[in-house]
Structure formats: structure tokens, C-alpha cells
């Protein structure tokens, strides 16, 4: 890396405040640790709606624009519920109790899996239907799932240690909750660089940090490429974390010389310390064909278009790829309400940097793609070619590919589409599995299978997979396997509030009906459309509700809360 124009002065006396800091945040008992976090949450709220609508705007839209929901989801929500969901496990262990009740670790098919979610009682009220599990890979036992919990705060407390997070320019809580990670998971005093993209964040993370930036033991910086990398080789820099793109790891890692290539290829890394990434790929939606109720064809396609339009399809979650049974009746229906929300909803333009070159790649290669709305949604409905750059290529766009796979029944499209999804979508950050409850009930060990083979950090079923970047209780990672060599969608969890090892993946489960009919096919949920649906239409007030009641629950919050929910 050529630093030659680079000013360092301030990036090294910033490596030297916060390495002078790590023996302190060491040493800081558990109890204090606590109260810092309960603290932090009214910083938080105090600051959300100034945090949201710096998102808003650097997106295109106003704050109270219907859109701004998902500014508050992926800002301030999401940081309120991580830092609550570490502190429900701190206070346990303060308790004097296990981080994980032993009642929620159990073993089942030969595998290890711990309940993760709901955790608390608000978590099953406010989230009625939704339910994690990890598991763990063959091999690991129960007791061990539990015995190695929280090592951090029983008997294997990490050295004091400077981490280095480089943050994401997509969601604004990213980098923030990488921090909240580094330090109570991973017992590490951080430095964040900020993401060029979204660097307008920084003071509201300094004012929400302000007790830990205060103490040395976190600083926020800018800079681009060149400051990230500096930073990443500094010899007091100990680990480092990145979420981006592989381009991004592969530059640190070996280099962007010409002899970049040959270093990968002998495993002669540039930079040989600790580094863990989630770096994205090309999600798939799979679609088991089954009784599809015309209520479901339109739930389902606004659930389908919401994990692809939310943050105009600028995330590493974002379904890319729909793939859909060619023999089933439903195909084409399921495929005309999606059309039908495309069209119907307000319109946005897609802001992050390089969005319109990579729309327009797919529209040279599809000239007969479908444009809808304000015409930056394009959906291709029938790709047939596996050399598709929406197939190779993580487009990070409002993009949307349809894959239609055979299978006369729902076993044999099962087989058929987690075999497309394992060997030919590159990446295994997370992938959706929408499948009705009579199908699954009819074709049970099917579905079993299909979630126990599909390699993703994060499956959801009837639950758009990003969901399980929000919880906090739930890790967050690509599926293991990746080496720095070869680093797909990167190596490592993080989140993980009850902070498990061994980790294979997380299995999300939402209600497929919503309320009310879910009471007719026992698919319990309170609400009926999520709040973070795009076609939800009270979100944006049912969001600024659920964010002040995750960092302060009451009960005379409910009423409200749930009123809005409910008229969603």
C-alpha cells in the first residue's frame, strides 16, 4: 500500500490512545460493563430520530417519508435491541446463572441446537410466531454448546487486544454493532473507520459511545481504502473486522499487486493476524409449491419483494435470486402480485455508489427485463443461463432473478433447489425458504432436509433471513467452511449476544399465514403484516414505538405499540 500521501500521525496516535485503554476495559467487572450498557440505550433513543433522518436523507427521501421505516429499523432499533439482547445474558451471568439455560440446549437428528429466541417475555409478545435456533455442527455435544458459552466471562477472558472494525456504508447499525461485539463478546477495545459512504453517522455513534470513547476504549474514525488498510497492518492492531465485499478482504489480505494472485495462491497473506469478515454473496428465495390461498399469493409476494427492495436492495442479505417450481400453478400468480406491489409502491431511486453501472450490466444482458415503478426495480422472470451476472455476481441493486427449477412435487423441487443453491449461487450468508404449513406437514423429513443440507450462516423459513441480523441473540456470519484463501461470504459470527462457539448456523421460523388467518391454520403472529414489511403502512410509527420500548419495556408502552401493529 502507498502511504507516501497518506497523513498517519492521527490514525497512530489513535492506534496509541486506545491500546494504552485495552488493560482498563480488561479489567472492567462485569457489574460495570452492565451499566454502561444501560446507559448506553438512552443515548440511543435519545438520538434516533436524529440518526434516522441523516439515513433518510442521504438516501433520498424525507424522515417521515413511509420509506424512513427501515432507517429506524437498521439504525437505531436494531442497536437498542442488540445492546438489550446482551444485557438479558449479562445480568444472567451476573445472577449467577449459565448464559444459556439448560432447558434450551438439546440434541435432536444427532445435532446439537440451542433455542436462542424468543429470550425474554417481551420477545414473545412483541414477536408472536418467530423463533431461532443455532446449531451446532455434528460432533458437538450438549454440554458443550453450554460449557463453552460466554467464555469471555467464565474462564477464558480474551488478553487485552485493539481490534479494528471497518465499517459498512449500507445499514447505519453495522459498524455499531460490530463494536457492541468486539467489545462484550470479545472482551476488545475498538477502532471503527468509518465507510466513506455513510461517515455522516459519526457523531451520533460518539454521542450514543460517548462513555466508552470517553475512556479510550472505542474511536471512530474516516477515511477510505487507504486509511482502512494502514490500519489494518498497524502492528498494535491485533484483529481486524470487515463487512463488505471479498474485493475488500482479498485488497488487505494479499494485496492488489500484480503478485497479489500468486501470494493467494501460497498462502503468503500481506496481513497475518485475526480477521473475520461477512462479506455477502447472491441469497436465494426458494418457494415450495403447495395450497397457496389467493391472501397467500399477495402476502408472500409483498414478503418476497421486501427482501429485495428494503434499502433499495443495498444489502448483503438482499434475495437476488427467487427460485420458483417451472411445474407448479402458482408460479405465475405468485409472480403477478409481485408485479403488482413492484408497481405500487412510492417511489426511491437506488443511492449507493456504483448501483446504476451494475443495474445497467443486467439490463445489457436481459434487454427484455422488466422495469417497474419508478424504473430502477427490474425483475428478470425466467433466467436459464448458470453464467447470469445475476447469478454469478452479488448485484447490490433492486435487481430481482427468477430461476425456475423441475420437481413434480415438493420433495423433488426441494432436492433440485438446494443443489442449485449450494453448488451454483456463490456465497452462504443467508437464504429464505417460504413453504406452507400443510405442505411441510405433508412432506415433513423433505423440509427437514432441505434445512438441515442448505450451507447458510442464517435460513429462514417463512422469515426473510435478515431478520437474524437484528435479533441480537442470533449470530450473524457465513456459513463455516470459508478460508482466507477462498473467502466467500466471509469467516466468523458476530452479534451472538449469548456468545456461543462452534456455531454451524441459525434456523429462523416465522408464521407463512399472518393475523388473522392464522388462526384458522394455527400459524400464530400478532400482527397482520410485519413492520418491516415495504407495504406496511403504519411502519414508520410502529418502529419509533418498538425502539423507545426495547431500551426502557413497560407496560404502559403496549397499548400504543400495539394499536400501531396492529393497524399495519
Not at 67 to 83: R, S
Not at 224 to 232: D, F, I, Q
Not at 465 to 474: K, P, R, W
Request: glycine share 8%; net charge negative; aromatic share 8%.
Amino acid at each position: 500500500m502507498n502511504t507516501s500521501t497518506l497523513d498517519t500521525s492521527l490514525l497512530d496516535r489513535t492506534v496509541t490512545d486506545v491500546r494504552g485503554s485495552a488493560e482498563s476495559w480488561s479489567a472492567t467487572p462485569l457489574t460495570e460493563r452492565i451499566a454502561l450498557l444501560e446507559r448506553l440505550l438512552p443515548r440511543v433513543v435519545s438520538r434516533a430520530p436524529e440518526l434516522a433522518a441523516a439515513g433518510a436523507r442521504a438516501k433520498g427521501y424525507a424522515p417521515d417519508a413511509p420509506w424512513a421505516a427501515e432507517d429506524w429499523i437498521g439504525g437505531p432499533w436494531a442497536l437498542a435491541q442488540n445492546a438489550a439482547a446482551y444485557l438479558h445474558v449479562l445480568r444472567r451471568i451476573a445472577a449467577g446463572k449459565d448464559p444459556v439455560d439448560a432447558k434450551a440446549v438439546h440434541e435432536q437428528d444427532g445435532r446439537t441446537r440451542v433455542d436462542v429466541f424468543p429470550a425474554t417475555g417481551w420477545d414473545t409478545l412483541l414477536f408472536n410466531g418467530f423463533t431461532a435456533q443455532v446449531w451446532m455442527p455434528p460432533g458437538t455435544t450438549a454440554e458443550q454448546a453450554r460449557s463453552r458459552a460466554a467464555g469471555e466471562y467464565r474462564d477464558r477472558p480474551g488478553r487485552p487486544a485493539v481490534a479494528l472494525v471497518l465499517g459498512a456504508g449500507n445499514v447505519a447499525a453495522i459498524t455499531a454493532l460490530d463494536v457492541l461485539h468486539k467489545l462484550y463478546a470479545e472482551g476488545q477495545v475498538v477502532i471503527a473507520k468509518m465507510n466513506p459512504v455513510n461517515d455522516y453517522l459519526r457523531p451520533h455513534f460518539e454521542y450514543a459511545f460517548a462513555e466508552f470513547v470517553e475512556r479510550g476504549w472505542v474511536r471512530f474514525v474516516d477515511g477510505g481504502a487507504a486509511e482502512g488498510g494502514y490500519l489494518a497492518a498497524h502492528g498494535d492492531v491485533d484483529a481486524v473486522h470487515v463487512t463488505g465485499s471479498d474485493r475488500t478482504h482479498d485488497a488487505i489480505v494479499w494485496g492488489t499487486d500484480a503478485e497479489a494472485e500468486q501470494r493467494r495462491h501460497d498462502d503468503r497473506p500481506l496481513l497475518d493476524k485475526p480477521f473475520s469478515s461477512e462479506l455477502g454473496g447472491v441469497s436465494p428465495c426458494i418457494v415450495v409449491p403447495g395450497p397457496w390461498s389467493d391472501a397467500d399469493f399477495r402476502f408472500q409476494a409483498e414478503h418476497i419483494v421486501t427482501s429485495k427492495m428494503n434499502n433499495s436492495g443495498h444489502n448483503c442479505i438482499a434475495s437476488q435470486i427467487l427460485v420458483l417450481p417451472r411445474d407448479w400453478d402458482g408460479t405465475e400468480r405468485l409472480l403477478a402480485e409481485i408485479r403488482r406491489v413492484l408497481r405500487e409502491l412510492p417511489p426511491r431511486t437506488d443511492y449507493y455508489p456504483g448501483a446504476a453501472g451494475r443495474l445497467a450490466s443486467v439490463l445489457a444482458a436481459h434487454p427484455q427485463a422488466e422495469t417497474h415503478g419508478d424504473g430502477c426495480r427490474v425483475l428478470v422472470p425466467d433466467i436459464t443461463d448458470h453464467d447470469d451476472v445475476l447469478i454469478t455476481e452479488e448485484v447490490f441493486g433492486s435487481a430481482l432473478g427468477v430461476v425456475r427449477l423441475p420437481g413434480q412435487d415438493p420433495a423433488a423441487f426441494l432436492r433440485h433447489a438446494v443443489d442449485f443453491a449450494n453448488d451454483t449461487l456463490p456465497g452462504t450468508l443467508g437464504a429464505t425458504l417460504i413453504v406452507h404449513p400443510r405442505t411441510e406437514k405433508a412432506h415433513g423429513e423433505a423440509v427437514r432436509s432441505a434445512i438441515a443440507d442448505l450451507r447458510y450462516g442464517t435460513l429462514g423459513v417463512n422469515c426473510w433471513s435478515a431478520v437474524g441480523f437484528l435479533l441480537g441473540f442470533t449470530p450473524w456470519g457465513a456459513h463455516p467452511g470459508h478460508t482466507r484463501q477462498e473467502i466467500g461470504s466471509g469467516i466468523g459470527f458476530v452479534h451472538n449476544a449469548f456468545m456461543l462457539e462452534d456455531i454451524e448456523k441459525t434456523v429462523l421460523r416465522a408464521p407463512f399465514t399472518p393475523a388473522p388467518r392464522g388462526l384458522v391454520t394455527g400459524d400464530m403472529s400478532l400482527s397482520p403484516r410485519p413492520p418491516y414489511f415495504v407495504t406496511n403502512r403504519t411502519a414508520l410509527t410502529t418502529v419509533e414505538r418498538v425502539t423507545r420500548f426495547t431500551a426502557a419495556p413497560g407496560v404502559m408502552k403496549l397499548p400504543a405499540l400495539l394499536v400501531s401493529a396492529l393497524r399495519g
